[in-house]
């Protein structure tokens, strides 16, 4: 696997994106998050050459925090198939924040309107298949060592373990859909895989490397091999364009226009139809929870290799 490569127009960009980041704050919600350097930003772009470029401090490392939604997503539609898991779950954007109870008790049934959104992410994980957590887990693991061809990554157990401890929403949103059926089985292990899902720990590399399989329909670069089926790496690219960004998922289309998924941690995932996986890591957010100064370094990228899908 080639290294990444400092690039000089790209070093440009991240120093332009920089000082917006100023006016984000790091997330403190999940308590040991809040230990996160607001003042840093990093980019890697992986293309169908298999070359990387990136620039800013590329070995910084972040857990995936929602970025892991897509990934579990996929996996589930993998064991379950799309009526298994759109069953569950549904396929429309909320306009709300990311963590909001209230549609789903004022909306009927009451499943989780996109799995974007943490009720509808906890009702995916629940789906993955395994007999234990750990055997759950472990088949997660897999799947992102195959995506990224990195082996060592894990998950950062001082990160799930801050956030299992807090995770009062996110208990509550899992106990709601448990009365109303769409969840199964103990909560608690539900909790406890999702926020080690969410722990997961990467750097730009690692999530550029994620991102191009997703851009490139499911396949690999090196090997050509279909790690994701076509069908399932069309879902989530499309799920990334209408819900990705959260409730600025609109705006960001206009913006930039390319599928994209946000984490709290501050990680941007790219994936730009049909061969380039771009990863950001910038831990400044804005009040929708993403990444500032990440998304101003995408709208300049987007707006100077014109990467809109529209
Ligand atoms: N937006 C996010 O990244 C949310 C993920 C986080 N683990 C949570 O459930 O709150």
Redesign the pocket.
């Known amino acids: 696997m080639n290294p990444c490569q400092d690039n000089k127009a790209l070093k440009l960009m991240v120093q332009e994106a920089l000082p917006h980041g100023k006016n984000g704050k790091v ?1 403190d ?2 308590p040991a998050l809040s230990f996160a350097n607001p003042t840093t930003l990093s980019l890697a772009i992986f293309d169908s050459e298999g070359t990387c470029a990136a620039a800013g401090d590329i070995s910084e490392k972040f857990t995936l ?3 892991s939604k897509v990934i579990a997503l996929a996996l589930a539609l993998m064991d379950r198939g799309e009526e298994g898991v759109f069953s569950r779950v549904g396929m429309e954007p909320t306009g709300d924040p ?2 909001s109870i209230i549609k789903l008790e004022t909306h009927s049934p009451s499943k989780p309107l996109n799995p974007m959104i ?1 009720a509808g ?1 906890l009702a995916v994980t629940s789906l993955i298949n395994g007999n234990t957590i750990d055997e759950k887990l472990g088949r997660l693991l897999a799947f992102v060592h195959e995506l990224s061809g990195n082996t060592s990554i894990s998950y950062n157990s001082e990160v799930s373990e801050s ?1 299992f401890k807090t ?1 009062d ?2 208990r509550s949103l899992a106990y709601f859909l448990k009365q109303h059926h769409v969840l199964t089985g103990n909560v608690e292990h539900v909790l406890e895989l ?2 080690k899902q ?1 722990a997961i720990e990467v750097d730009c590399q690692d999530l550029a490397r994620i991102a191009f399989v997703i851009a490139n329909e499911g396949k690999h670069v090196e090997s050509a091999r279909q790690i994701i089926p076509l069908h399932i790496a069309r879902i989530l690219k499309t799920f990334m364009v209408t819900c990705g960004m ?1 409730n600025a998922s609109g705006e960001f289309a206009i913006r930039v226009g390319v599928p994209a998924k ?4 501050g990680g941007i995932m790219a994936c730009i139809p049909h061969g380039v996986g771009i990863g950001i890591y910038g831990p400044a957010l804005d009040d929708k ?1 993403n990444s500032i100064a990440g998304m101003k370094l995408l709208e300049s990228l987007a707006q100077r290799y014109q990467l809109s899908i529209f």
């Not at 946000?262 to 941690?265: I, P």
Request: glycine share 8%; charged share 5%.
């Open positions: 997330a919600y999940i925090q929602s970025i990311f963590n943490n992410a956030e995770a929403l996110n999702y926020t969410c959260y946000s984490g709290v941690s929870g």
